[in-house]
């Protein structure tokens, strides 16, 4: 039976805070959401930026005369990233940002940058991909915003589309109202959905 691959990049150190909360509880809307609207299952491929370890980008140009990167680390990554259904991209924000490891996955995304304005590759990735954005952050401000807008950068040269994001702030405070949790249910419902109708 065909089914929907789900290509999940987590960003964070740590494997049971507030973000790998999340992500568990958004794969078991997903999986539930397909059941539902009778969709092929999901099968999620997943990828751990920090176990990873990816080397970061020397701006060394090759991918400027030639297209790929000659660091042969992502092979692997970039062969799931390019022919998955869908994306999801789980982190804590740092600094207003990503994690250093995930951001470096980002900047490995220069390669497509290349392709498309140095040797003229329309589009770079064939196929078009929708994604979610998973946050979490300890204030309550608007630090989720940079690192949305930087994702987007990277997606004008990667065909994705972002069809939906959710910001769980305030994990550094005491846990939040019962009225922030089902604002937040609703929210990652929505994602899910958005990510359903999108593959
Ligand atoms: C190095 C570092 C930088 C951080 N920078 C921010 C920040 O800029 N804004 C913010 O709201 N929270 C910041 N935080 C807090 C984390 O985003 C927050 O604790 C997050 O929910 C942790 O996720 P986790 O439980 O999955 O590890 C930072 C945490 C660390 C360790």
Do not use: W
């Not at 929907?4 to 790998?20: C, D, E, K, L």
């Not at 994690?99 to 220069?110: G, H, N, S, V, Y």
């Not at 498309?116 to 994604?131: D, M, N, T």
């Amino acid at each position: 039976m065909r089914q929907t691959t789900v290509m999940v990049i987590y960003g964070g150190p740590r494997q049971n805070g507030a973000t790998a909360n999340m992500l568990q509880c958004f794969t078991e809307l997903l999986s539930r959401g397909a059941v539902k609207h009778s969709l092929p299952p999901v099968a999620f491929v997943r990828y751990n930026a920090y176990a990873c370890g990816f080397a970061p980008c020397t701006d060394c140009r090759a991918c400027c005369c030639s297209e790929g990167c000659i660091q042969r680390d992502m092979d692997d990554f970039f062969r799931d990233f390019e022919t998955a259904d869908a994306l999801i991209f789980a982190t804590p924000i740092y600094n207003m940002s990503f994690p250093a490891p995930l951001k470096t996955i980002l900047d490995r995304m220069q390669r497509y940058y290349n392709a498309r304005f140095s040797l003229g590759k329309r589009p770079p990735i064939v196929k078009h991909r929708p994604a979610v954005m998973l946050m979490t952050a300890g204030s309550g401000d608007e630090d989720g915003s940079i690192a949305v807008r930087q994702l987007e950068r990277s997606f004008t040269v990667t065909n994705c589309a972002l069809v939906g994001h959710c910001i769980r702030n305030g994990t550094d405070q005491p846990e939040g109202s019962h009225a922030v949790k089902e604002t937040l249910a609703a929210k990652l419902e929505q994602c899910a959905a958005a990510l359903l109708e999108n593959v």
